[in-house]
């Protein structure tokens, strides 16, 4: 029998302390291919958390892994590890063909003038590539930064606020570079505060509150796991005021309301009951259900509600 | 020993301002000998002064200090250091690579004015004795300032402490604290190899090199041991 291969990114029991201040507590995630959004507010310990995995961070107690070794004091995980760090300094001497070209013999790559010259397609940066980097815009910068990290190949990609400085376009490309690097079986993990980018690029998310791990997983499905909160529909019918009257004798509906604009929004104590007996009320009454739309399952409030609880 | 980080070392070095300290120092030392023989002045009477007192003990040791902090500590403080460390290499090759480069700038900014220095005084063993000490200083000096860029957040004040306070103040009084001078295995060096009257050595020559050896090899093993823990700072999120 084969010992089962570890996972890309192994975080074990892990906290850091700074003196009396623990920044991250306890926190044990196992990231597998594909993309995966890391989320908190301000000072949850993202970074902290990031840097513990990219190496450059100790944690004070517990294990982090990549690949199946450990990251801190251990340079060779970098053959297999690409990291964008939030801090955007870099050698404004040198020009952004320098700069990715110097991240490729660096690593030591059998060709590196191809691989510098590939990932700066990749990015978009060819045109601009002979300038010195600091005349670039901030998103020149990060996608140059991007290409560095990307130019060996790497099997683990870490981005800290990746889509700083970027505009809409660049955004988007760097979204769908990220979601190719995913569907390739790397292993991608970038922490965001702007819920929509997370939302965008990946259903994955890990949720750092106060330095714990609040949530793990796809953001729908810990929504419905949340059975404490009740879920949020919003329903069109043939006729919403007698469907209304109809679900308010339902054990599983905790409560509705007809806005001016005759949107039914039904607030639903437990998600696989409610959606069973609607179907069941609604024919019974002949009532046509022309639309059933969650209306809380968005990011936005998955999260709002891990941060308020 | 790694081409790459050198070479980005010795451009982000020249591509500072701080670099400019480098030039009036050893022009300052080369002005003063050429002025000092040009109105007759014997050179028993001004190579003391010149190549010891601001030689040896003022411009080596501040070049070094001005070299060997920015070749990592500038990096430390930008955090363009964090894009070399990401790289699968030893951090042996990334100590060893910037000390090179610290060495080679240092020892080619004193060690070229110290030999003019020595032929205007009309001494050809001077000169290349003080070429030898220099070099041995530049190397010690660099290994102790690279290293303090890891030990400490303010490496230019500690160096510049250990210089001025420990080298030029103390060992004035105490002659023991001598032993832990670079300063004073460089003189010593100097003076061995010149074998000029000009110039003459506190400690013995064993003494001198053993230490310079302990001092080069010490902070280099100890730098590199730092850096493999070294903790990059992020802002907090």
Redesign the interface.
Known sequence: MTAPSPSPVDIASVSKWYGNVVAVNDITMSLGAGVTGLLGPNGAGKTTVLHMMAGFLAPSRGTVTINGQPAWRNPSVYSQLGIVSERESVHGFLTGWEFVLASAKLHKLPNPTAAAKAVLELVEMTDAKDRRMDTYSKGMRQRTRVAAALVHDPTVLLLDEPFNGMDPYQRMHMMDLLHGMGSKGRTVLFSSHILEEVEQVSGTVQVIVAGRLAASGDYRTIRRLMTTRPHVFTIQSSDNRSLAVALMGEGSVAGVEIDKADVLTVRASDYGTFTRTLPKVALARHIRVQRLVPADESLESVFSYLVGA | M?M??AQ?TA??LF?RRRSLWLLPAPLLLIGLAVLSQSLGAAPRDWVPAVVVNLGLNVVLPVIALIVGTGVLGSEID???L??????????GQIVLSKLVVAFVVTAVTVCVPLFVVGLVAHSSSLAWGLVVGGLIGSAAYCSLFVALSLLTRRPVLVGLAYVLLWENLLSNFLSGTRVLSIQQYTLEVADRVSGSDLISGNVSLAVALSMSFVFIAGATVLAIDRL??F??V????
């Open positions: 790694n790459t980080i980005i451009r982000a591509g930008d955090g363009t964090a894009h070399v460390l990401a790289k699968p290499l030893s951090r493999r823990s903790s990059v992020g802002e907090t999120s």
